[in-house]
């Protein structure tokens, strides 16, 4: 291993702006750490040639990877592969403030054959799971001390705790983050239409979004627009709204003092009725029944 590079969150936030599908580094580096720290993350679509392995120390929010619209918290370890289009959407009205410890690295980071080696045989498994994108579902708690413990580690130690965080994952239960996976790599026009999109979906999911006008925002007819969408993530634009609509609704259910009426209003429902369908439609379960759950 070279070494490795540790950013700070105004650090990486800044140069991620100016190069949003790039992980900020300089030369000969191998294994990059990143801790991100603040009110949110990078809350912009971006994908990057490194596999992605991390922890959420702190906070909640939404987060969409490939296709799917999935949530955060803290505790959670995620794995997100190479050149998969996400993005962390944090929940701002949460009293948590975003602490998230980041590896970053790719098959060749440590040379051309390291990975093929016969002794990391077993290794192409986590490879596979990388594709799409996976949270890890046990040992969650040893994961989460082993990143802890890579701040004050040196180069060495953090190779080491490097492969022991692979390890923990190849034994753990994992469930995938996304379904599909666009195969071409985003151009930058692409990416900031892309990102543009999600953008402004995530922040206004909860007032009247009409195909004109998410296709206005695209610069793009409408006919273009549902087909180019629909491209590059499997599903229609509004699929992917509702998803975003329930994502949110599922976060206040866990209020209790939120009647179900007013939760439906605030995850941009027009009706109770049609929210409830929806919500069935998407979790398999009722809006009632979910906050039993939780």
């Given amino acids: 291993m070279?070494?490795?590079l540790?950013?700070?969150a105004e650090t990486s936030f800044i140069a991620m702006k100016v190069l949003p599908f790039k992980i900020p580094k300089s030369k000969n580096i191998a294994l990059i750490y990143q801790e991100d720290k603040g009110a949110i993350f990078y809350d912009k679509l971006h994908q990057h040639e490194e596999i992605q392995i991390c922890a959420i120390v702190k906070g909640e929010g939404t987060l969409v990877v490939g296709d799917t619209?999935?949530?955060y918290k803290s505790g959670d370890v995620l794995v997100i592969g190479s050149n998969l289009p996400h993005v962390f959407k944090s929940d701002v009205s949460s009293e948590k403030k975003s602490h998230m410890i980041s590896l970053f690295f790719t098959k060749t980071s440590f040379g051309d054959a390291f990975f093929?080696?016969?002794?990391?045989?077993?290794?192409?498994?986590?490879?596979?799971?990388?594709?799409t994108g996976c949270t890890v579902l046990s040992h969650k708690k040893e994961l989460l001390a082993l990143f802890v413990s890579l701040k004050k580690a040196s180069s060495f130690e953090r190779f080491i705790i490097f492969l022991k965080i692979i390890n923990l994952i190849l034994k753990a239960e994992t469930a995938s983050l996304s379904t599909f996976v666009y195969?071409?790599?985003?151009?930058?026009?692409?990416?900031?239409?892309?990102s543009t999109i999600?953008?402004?979906?995530m922040n206004h999911f909860d007032s009247d979004i009409d195909l004109q006008s998410i296709a206005d925002l695209a610069n793009m007819t409408p006919n273009a627009f549902c087909r180019y969408?629909?491209?590059?993530?499997?599903k229609t634009y509004f699929q992917f709204l509702i998803e975003v609509k329930i994502e949110q609704a599922c976060r206040l259910l866990k209020n209790q003092e939120l009647l179900i009426a007013e939760?439906?209003?605030k995850a941009g429902f027009k009706n109770i009725s049609n929210f409830n369908r929806k919500f069935k439609e998407v979790k398999g379960i009722t809006p009632t029944a979910f906050r039993r759950l939780h």
């Fill in 229 to 234: 969408f629909k491209q590059r993530t499997n």
């Fill in 6 to 8: 540790e950013l700070d």
């Fill in 263 to 265: 939760i439906s209003e």
């Fill in 2 to 4: 070279k070494c490795t």
């Fill in 198 to 201: 999600m953008d402004y979906t």
């Fill in 69 to 71: 619209v999935n949530d």
């Fill in 183 to 194: 195969q071409k790599k985003y151009t930058d026009n692409e990416g900031k239409r892309m």
């Fill in 116 to 131: 093929s080696l016969g002794d990391f045989s077993k290794i192409d498994t986590f490879f596979k799971l990388s594709n």
